[in-house]
């Protein structure tokens, strides 16, 4: 598996819509590609493997979650407790994250926070309940894992 973190730029298929531009305050939106399968894009794969009505539901998702990353500020003052939440913490490298999770209907967003207010957005989900099965959560935290793990890609990206 060749794993690299990208930036988002738009969502949507056939006709993307773009996420709004950034400010220097703003967090940016990244997702796990694996250069060795297709789609290479973790979440695209999560998506297609959704029921036709809930891809509809994770574009209009996305798409308020990236409006509210293009404020910077935070995602409490944007969506309520129920809305935004942590989904579980977990030890990697001798440190504590905290996997969190956007709840848009039927709809969940998992996602972690990285250095320079980039978030790695690790798994897109339907599901009807909170409540994460074991197999759930253990994906979720080695896609999570991962984004801890190539995170310094996106700092030398911004060197460039």
């Not at 848009?104 to 909170?130: A, E, G, P």
């Amino acid at each position: 598996m060749a794993i690299q973190i990208v930036r988002i730029s738009n969502f949507g298929h056939p006709d993307p819509v773009e996420i709004p531009s950034d400010t220097e305050l703003s967090y940016k939106l990244c997702m796990l590609v694996d250069t060795d399968r297709q789609p290479k894009e973790l979440l695209y794969g999560d998506i297609f493997a959704l029921e036709t009505i809930d891809r509809a539901a994770v574009q209009r998702g996305l798409i308020k979650f990236a409006k509210a990353a293009q404020t910077g500020q935070g995602f409490a003052v944007q969506y309520d407790s129920k809305q935004c939440h942590e989904a579980f913490e977990f030890v990697h490298s001798h440190k504590n994250y905290t996997v969190w999770r956007i709840r848009q209907n039927d709809i969940r967003i998992y996602f972690v926070y990285l250095q320079f207010k980039n978030i790695c957005i690790v798994k897109i989900d339907s599901k009807r309940t909170d409540k994460l099965t074991t197999s759930q959560e253990s994906e979720i935290k080695s896609r999570a894992q991962l984004a801890i793990d190539n995170a310094d890609m996106i700092y030398y990206e911004r060197l460039k």
